[in-house]
């Protein structure tokens, strides 16, 4: 038996595109569930089973490590670190934080403002903010430079720990992620790049050369042991709960009046090509003037059986209509569902049926030209053939 979530996801929307099914289905993830998706992604830790079903949980979860490295995009795009004469990627890496005030904040920008060699890192948000307000913040300070000369920007927890920086300022020179000069106090490029040179002419190590000014602890606390701490305190079992049960009050039923009569009518989508139609390649598809009917490419071998879900007769009508498709796939539509019975009522339904229910959608709708309930859609002759039926009772 499939759970509730999975038909959640099916009920949220049908659409009928080009005579195939697409399913659109919204993304209500807040920060915290993307939080969940970072941490999951990166530490391989279990999913529960009902968010790992879910598309949008899935997009969400690459969402997630895009939110991560939100803050890089304060980058100008087109330039990128600069690549050594040996082939390397040596950086200059300033870590900063706004324990260290504005003016030497602004300090360290104006020594990474319009070099490609040099990179600001932030832990993370201060206690208490928002990632995009403390982006908006950081995005303030930038924007004091000249358009192109802006310093990169980014917020990089792994790095504060793959360097172990305690403090700011420190200012390390990197190779691909390798640190080979640290110093602590410092924010000045040239004052490292004169000890590497003297350090590398002794033929000493460089590596850490330790504190040569003030520091100030990290305000920012880290991204990820933040996401830690709130996911944590989440509890993911109710959140599903909500979840479902918020699902039928949300959800909108695009209702059809019950037919009074029985009726059939066809719809033929034969059209006439008002021009020329032509490949890329300049190969002629369609000639104008020509008649095309959409259902000589692409048959529709389905029969669609739309009903209200809430009127006992008109199940056990889209029952029988199901029994006698033969070959044909039914596809069930319900324009209405028991709100106050929920999942309870379409699992009966969908048990009585022995296959999945949809919701009618106003798309599907137009595009049938839907009437009255309940109907039955399919393919003859090359046009579609709708069918009412006029029920009794049972209601």
């Not at 870590?95 to 040099?118: H, K, M, W």
């Not at 056990?316 to 070959?327: P, S, V, Y």
């Not at 044909?328 to 022995?354: C, F, H, P």
């Amino acid at each position: 038996m499939r759970c509730r979530s999975d038909r959640s996801l099916r009920l949220l929307a049908v659409t009928l595109l080009s005579l195939g099914w697409s399913v659109q289905v919204p993304a209500e993830e807040d920060w915290l569930a993307r939080s969940r998706a970072i941490l999951n992604a990166m530490e391989n830790q279990p999913r529960p089973e009902w968010l790992d079903s879910n598309p949008a949980a899935r997009d969400a979860r690459r969402q997630a490590m895009e939110t991560l490295q939100a803050a890089p995009k304060l980058q100008p795009a087109e330039r990128t670190p600069n690549a050594q004469a040996d082939g390397g990627q040596k950086t200059f890496v300033l870590y900063a934080s706004t324990s260290l005030g504005e003016a030497e904040l602004l300090d360290i920008l104006e020594e990474a403002a319009g070099r490609d060699d040099v990179l600001v890192v932030f832990r993370g948000v201060k206690p208490g903010q928002k990632v995009q307000a403390f982006i908006r913040e950081l995005h303030a300070l930038a924007s004091r430079f000249d358009e192109g000369k802006q310093p990169h920007i980014v917020i990089d927890p792994n790095r504060f720990r793959s360097a172990d920086v305690t403090v700011a300022p420190t200012l390390t020179l990197e190779d691909n992620g390798r640190v080979l000069a640290k110093v602590r106090g410092v924010i000045g490029t040239a004052w490292l790049q004169s000890r590497m040179e003297n350090k590398q002419n002794n033929g000493a190590k460089t590596r850490d050369l330790g504190t040569h000014g003030p520091t100030r602890e990290i305000a920012e606390v880290d991204l990820i042991e933040e996401m830690q701490r709130r996911v944590a305190q989440i509890d993911w079992a109710a959140r599903k709960r909500e979840a479902l049960a918020r699902f039928w009050e949300r959800t909108t039923f695009h209702e059809l009046p019950e037919a009074t009569e029985d009726r059939l009518r066809q719809i033929d989508l034969t059209v006439t090509a008002p021009r020329d139609v032509t490949a890329p390649d300049g190969t002629l598809i369609v000639r104008a003037g020509q008649r095309v009917n959409p259902l000589d490419q692409l048959p529709f071998t389905q029969r669609l059986v739309i009903f209200d879900a809430t009127r006992p007769a008109q199940v056990e009508l889209a029952k029988r209509q199901g029994r006698e498709a033969g070959h044909r796939r039914v596809t069930y539509i319900a324009t209405r569902l028991d709100r106050a019975t929920g999942w309870e009522s379409l699992e009966k339904i969908e048990t009585d049926l022995g296959a999945p229910v949809y919701l009618l959608t106003p798309d599907l709708r137009d595009r049938f030209r839907l009437e009255h309930v309940p109907a039955l859609v399919e393919a003859k002759d090359q046009r579609f053939v709708i069918r009412e039926f006029k029920v009794g009772g049972g209601s």
